[in-house]
């Protein structure tokens, strides 16, 4: 029999935030026995894509994220979401090194991190009303 859990957590966009997010996760995944590697990889993208949607989809602005996050079996589904300004050319925001906020010393490797260390990376984003990235990583069997 599979294991099938879900939790969805809404949190305000601001950057102190970004720890509460990595944690919720971890917390929640706990009980099927994450490898460290897995847990810091998961934790990595989710801190990723929590920053993107805090610095580049709300720009400064309060605004809500929403973290939902599943598993069956071993397999982790993550969707972070905001309603923030979107991404017009999403294959351009997922080109390693480009970065939308130079000002502010970013390193355009936030997709890449998250493709990196995870199993599965989608975006879908609308310019004006938000970006959803949904991610997945099949955690192993621990033997």
Same mark, same amino acid.
């Given at each position: 029999?599979?294991?099938?859990?879900?939790?969805?957590?809404?949190?305000?966009?601001?950057?102190?935030?970004?720890?509460?997010?990595?944690?919720?996760? +971890?917390?929640?995944?706990?009980?099927? %026995?994450? *490898?460290?590697?897995?847990?810091? %990889?998961?934790? *990595?993208?989710?801190?990723?894509?929590?920053?993107?949607?805090?610095?580049?989809? &709300?720009?400064?602005?309060?605004?809500?994220?929403?973290?939902?996050?599943?598993?069956?079996?071993?397999? /982790?589904? /993550?969707?972070?979401?905001?309603?923030?300004? $979107?991404?017009?050319?999403?294959? *351009?925001?997922?080109?390693?090194? &480009?970065? +939308?906020?130079?000002?502010?010393?970013? +390193?355009?490797?936030?997709?890449?991190?998250?493709?990196?260390?995870?199993?599965?990376?989608?975006?879908?984003?609308?310019? $004006?009303? $938000?970006?959803?990235?949904?991610?997945?990583?099949?955690? +192993?069997?621990?033997?």
């Amino acid at each position: 029999m599979k294991n099938k859990n879900s939790m969805t957590v809404t949190f305000s966009s601001l950057p102190v935030n970004e720890a509460f997010a990595r944690m919720a996760v +971890s917390a929640f995944i706990m009980p099927l %026995d994450p *490898t460290v590697s897995e847990i810091t %990889d998961i934790k *990595t993208a989710v801190s990723e894509a929590v920053t993107n949607s805090i610095i580049h989809g &709300y720009d400064g602005l309060s605004g809500d994220i929403v973290l939902l996050c599943s598993y069956e079996g071993r397999e /982790i589904y /993550i969707e972070i979401s905001d309603r923030g300004r $979107g991404i017009a050319d999403i294959k *351009t925001a997922m080109t390693p090194l &480009y970065t +939308s906020r130079p000002e502010l010393e970013r +390193s355009g490797l936030g997709f890449t991190v998250m493709e990196t260390f995870m199993d599965s990376l989608k975006v879908e984003s609308l310019p $004006g009303e $938000g970006t959803k990235v949904i991610m997945s990583k099949k955690l +192993s069997d621990g033997e």
